[in-house]
């Protein structure tokens, strides 16, 4: 609470300290540019990693309530064996719904590999069975031993076997869009901190012209830390707005599908990218603070 | 209010001066003179606390100055108004602005009645407005001057105040820091102008300190 009151004093500024400091101007541009490539940066970081926040979710909350039922039997058995299953299944407790897909569902299915006219009802493909389980779901070994008796040619895919790696890859795409974030937190910092040390040693006679007459070192720091902290909220505004406009104009999910269309904000996270700006103008806060008081104690 | 007790001061592995003992009370009128290298500036260093002395005991207002931390240096400069051969000005402020820093750097304002008196003091009256660099020596010392006293402080410590002026200007000075010594203010000034030391002390009870061959004396009946 201490540094964030801190912050809100220094923001409401002192026109007269800010006067006693020169503008110095390479610096200026710097801190401008990298807080706004920074942030443009960051914007896109925070897209990937709730992206795949959702997908991790998508992929664990929606595959977790189905499965699927693969039932390889002669043609003439196909539908008796079919019948047993699903009374199986519909006896199961956890089951909330079962649905034998249609000729059209199995060949819409094999569509991408055989294309949209295989005569499925003429060749020995197997019957699936789409299972819909409660949410406190279903006993998987049970249900097998009980299909394994009853519907010898049935086989059980809860999903597990694929899902599970799908869902650690998001996972980890989104801690890598966090990692990048924390990153670019640092390497803002680190920038920040460089300019801020080059404009305190460019006016080192202002600062021995200060003290001089009497000013604490916590004056002459609060002029630098604002003149930055006002910089970097400016860049990465500019950046934020810049990210977040390159993100609106990518393709549209409907149109183009896949996943990295799937690239950006829904609902009210578009308002996360707000919080960047402040962010960064908080870490050159930190940053401009630590090295305005670490060099005032080195100069004295 | 400004004491020095047994007081040495090494500089790069050198003993600049040692077993100095200086006591400022309160409406006095010192002067310092001594060859160049002697160690003026960095006496005057020591008595505003700029500079730590190597061993021995400096005291401003009382409190050791060891032990004063940068913010409590800083407090104590407000106490002590300083006047710099080379005056020190922010090129980017303007003559005004630069005489009222001590105040704008305390958190205090200026009443613009005040500084237009203190810049008629000085006669710099048509110069407010003009930046430090525009100005000629005379005027920048005097300048200094004003920006040494915005303040009121107790004490004025003056480093080499005529330097760069000629000997009229110097005397303006003078007459102008005796003024400030009338109203009760205690004055400390660093010169090698002996001419300036005749001058004032016959408008002035000032002692005169010399700063030789490591010491600190009392200057004799030459000056």
Sequence with gaps: MNILYRLLELLAGDPQADRAVPPTGFTARLTVLSAAAMAFLAVFALALSLAAGRLADRWSEELAKTSTLRISAPQDQMNAQTSVALTVLQSTPGVAETRPLSADEQRALLAPWFGPDLPVENLPIPQLIEIMAEKEGYDATGLRARLQAEVPGAVLDDHTRWRDPLVEAALRLRFLGIVSMVLIAATTAAMITLAAHAALAANAQVIRVMRLVGARDIYIARAFVRRYTLRALLGAATGTLLGTLAILMLPRVDAAGGFLTGLGFQGWHWLWPLVIPFLVSFVAFVATRQAALHTLKEQS | ??????????????????????????????????????????????????????????????????????????????????????????????????????????????????????????????????????????????????????????????????????????????????????????????????SLIRVAKAQVSARVLRLKDRRLQLAGADL
């Design chain 2, 1 to 194: 209010m400004i004491k020095l007790d047994n007081v040495a001061y090494n500089y790069g592995g050198a003993e600049l001066f040692s077993g100095l003992n200086l006591q400022l009370f309160s409406g006095s009128f010192h002067f310092l003179t001594g060859p160049s290298g002697a160690g003026k500036t960095t006496l005057l260093k020591l008595c505003y606390g700029e500079l730590v002395a190597t061993s021995g005991l400096a005291r401003l207002f009382g409190q050791d100055a060891r032990t004063l931390d940068r913010d409590a240096v800083a407090q104590a400069r407000r106490r002590i108004g300083v006047v710099h051969q080379d005056c020190q000005f922010l090129d980017h402020l303007t003559v005004i602005e630069n005489i009222a820093l001590p105040l704008t750097v305390s958190g205090r304002t200026a009443s613009s009645s005040d500084l237009v008196d203190l810049l008629g003091w000085v006669g710099l009256s048509r110069q407010a407005t003009q930046f430090p660099p525009q100005l000629s020596g005379g005027e920048r010392q005097r300048a200094a001057l004003a920006r040494a006293v915005i303040m009121s402080p107790e004490v004025i410590l003056a480093d080499e105040p005529t330097g760069n002026v000629d000997w009229e200007m110097s005397q303006r000075l003078l007459s102008l820091l005796v003024e400030l010594n009338n109203m009760g203010k205690t004055v400390l000034i660093a010169t090698h102008d002996i």
